[in-house]
Every structure is written in C-alpha cells, then in structure tokens.
C-alpha cells in the first residue's frame, strides 16, 4: 500500500513558476512509477508527467514539455513536479498517482492503483 498525500498548489499569475510535492508512506516507494495527472472542470483527467521506478524512464505530455519537471527523492520518498512559465490552460486540480511495484511506465490511470487527494493549482491571467 502506498498513500499519497499532494501539496503545493495555489494562485499565480500565468509567467509564474509553482513545485508540487507529493508525500508518500511506506517503504516501497522506490518500487512505484509516479504520474502526475491534471483534471480541469468539464474535461477528463490526463497524465502530465510521469517517472519510473528507474528514474531515466520519464513521460512528458506534449502540452507540457518543455515547461513540466518531474523528479523523485527515493531517500524522503516524495516526488515533485516542478512548473514553469504557467498559463491558463494549466488551471486544474493536480494529483499524483502511484503503479506498481516495478510496472512498466503507462499514460492510463487505469493503470495506476493508489491515488492523492489532489492539489488545486489556478492560474490568473
């Protein structure tokens, strides 16, 4: 079992830069491919970034390459991901997912079996 625990969200202006944590329980966390999805009102919930238990193997989406880290601290077990030069479209509520131990990186949340609450990040234009 892995729980899942998001912070870091809030109101920036759109140019502006925010890091979102993601905390994890458990000492398996290193066995875990972290994702990070994005829903936004009306729209479905879509994986922005996403980092292997081998942490070389990393998924960007293509609306956020260039602009989206995704990182992990196996010693604190917590992931992060780091946004830059934000825009509206980055409005959503972010939430971090955890598959595993030792699954292949997949984009579906199907695939991804322990969830956090989810941190809303808005973005003012």
């Known amino acids: 079992q892995v729980h899942l625990v998001e912070s870091g969200g809030g109101l920036v202006q759109a140019g502006g830069s925010l890091r979102l944590s993601c905390a994890a329980s458990g000492h398996t966390f290193s066995q875990y491919t972290i994702g990070w999805f994005r829903q936004a009102p009306g729209k479905e919930r879509e994986l922005v970034a996403a980092?292997?238990?081998?942490?070389?193997?990393?998924f960007y989406a293509d609306s956020v390459k260039g602009r989206f880290t995704i990182a992990r601290d196996n010693t604190n077990n917590v992931a992060y991901l780091q946004i830059d030069s934000l825009i509206s479209e980055d409005t959503a509520v972010y939430y971090c997912a955890a598959s595993g131990p030792y699954d292949s990186l997949r984009t579906s949340s199907t695939f991804y079996d322990y969830w956090g609450q989810g941190t809303q990040v808005t973005v003012s234009s």
């Open positions: 980092i292997g238990w081998s942490p070389d193997i990393r």
